[in-house]
């Protein structure tokens, strides 16, 4: 039953799935930003190169708010945030072969399973249309004349699994120690430490879907910061990162409620910095980054348009609703399926492995668990 429940088609978890915005990889960082704010709930945009001849629209790559951050952040852009963000998108991609795979909607789970096992970071599928005409024509359109994509998840994969668990029976029901899912290798920062080491430490997990623990004198865990803790911030929260500890970010971000206290440290550590750019940023929180023709190109018409820029007013740094940073723990003899349980319900990828006094030992992803499922099917072949 394993075998067969892998072999359904990856458009069954497509179903009532938002679509892709492209963002074209001419598009400023500016214009990445405008976005992120108009698709609230979704952390990651996907850049698309421009059409040649002949060819459609690819997506070359995914970027987050964690991508902004750490590049406003840069040594060569610290000083200058409002020139950065008139960039192009695409100094966010990172340097090598595109971390996202695009699969037909015919593909099985099992090869979406392959796929990130081999080190893609997202999926993207070619949403089925509703209008008439062969499969062939409907596969053979692009982005700009009306064919949309959505994201496939490890997390969409996982949730699948998931509701058909006995199939993989007594696996799930073994502890993660005994199935040997627990990484040990992991990036982690000092509460002390500078917050942009954890920030420039999860941009460059990032392709392992991973964060970066937080962790005291004694290695024991305190906290985390990740993509999903910073996936409700935006700019504004930039000159934080560069001027407080990774603690300090923590309280920062914490539920969106910025500390007055925090607020005017940064402040003052700004001026001390003399990074008067970072500290018009942070000051300006009623400005509005410029809307480029990419919005206009989306679905919504132009007076959906004029209302997010006027939204942005009120919304650029007004209080967020990120979820906490304190960290989903489970301990080596939890069982996979309990594991599974936490991070599902709180929509993470990854849970951190803790002895019982929260000394860190590692941590379980999605991508692990994966594995486990891949190698329970080989074993029916």
């Known amino acids: 039953m394993a075998v067969q429940l892998f072999s359904n088609e990856i458009s069954d978890l497509c179903l009532g799935k938002p679509p892709l915005r492209p963002l074209p990889a001419s598009a400023t960082v500016a214009d990445a930003l405008s976005l992120f ?21 690819k997506c070359i790559g995914k970027i987050s708010i964690v991508d902004v951050l750490c590049f406003l952040c840069k040594e060569e852009n610290i000083s200058t945030p409002f020139v950065a963000l008139i960039s192009p998108v695409s100094v966010l991609l990172p340097d090598g072969p595109p971390l996202v795979k695009q699969l037909d909607p015919t593909s099985s789970i099992l090869d979406a399973v392959d796929c990130i096992l081999e080190g893609a970071q997202s999926l993207i599928v070619p949403r089925k249309s509703r209008n008439s005409g062969s499969p062939r024509q409907k596969l053979s359109q692009k982005p700009s004349v009306g064919r949309t994509y959505c994201w496939i998840t490890q997390e969409d994969i996982i949730r699948f699994i998931f509701n058909s ?17 627990i990484e040990e290798k992991i990036p982690s ?13 999860i941009n460059n997990s990032l392709s392992g879907q991973t964060a970066v623990a937080v962790v005291d004198d004694e290695g024991r865990l305190v906290g985390e910061i990740s993509l999903y803790t910073l996936a409700c911030c935006d700019e504004t929260v930039a000159p934080a990162v560069a001027t407080l500890s990774a603690g300090d970010l923590m309280a920062y971000i914490d539920y969106g409620g910025a500390p007055e206290d925090l607020i005017q440290l940064v402040k003052a550590r700004l001026e001390e910095k003399k990074l008067d750019g970072f500290l018009e940023l942070l000051e300006d929180d009623h400005s509005t980054l410029s809307v480029s023709s990419c919005l206009s190109s989306t679905s919504s018409s132009s007076s959906d348009d004029e209302a997010v820029v006027k939204s942005m007013r009120s919304r650029s740094n007004s209080a967020r609703f990120a979820r906490g940073t304190e960290p989903i723990v489970c301990h080596p003899g939890s069982s996979l399926i309990a594991v599974m349980i936490q991070a599902l319900s709180h929509r993470l990828n990854h849970v951190w492995v803790v002895e019982e006094d929260y000394s860190l030992i590692g941590i379980v992803t999605f991508t692990s668990m994966l594995k486990v499922f891949r190698d329970r099917v080989n074993s029916f072949s």
Do not use: T
Request: proline share 10%; charged share 15%.
């Open 189 to 201: 920062v000092h509460y002390d430490d500078p917050a942009l080491s954890a920030l420039r430490a």
């Open 37 to 57: 704010r108009r698709s609230s709930g979704d952390p990651s945009l996907s850049v698309w190169s421009s059409p040649v001849a002949g060819e459609a629209s």
């Open 165 to 181: 668990i006995n199939h993989f029976s007594p696996i799930p029901f073994n502890s993660i120690q005994s199935v040997n899912i």
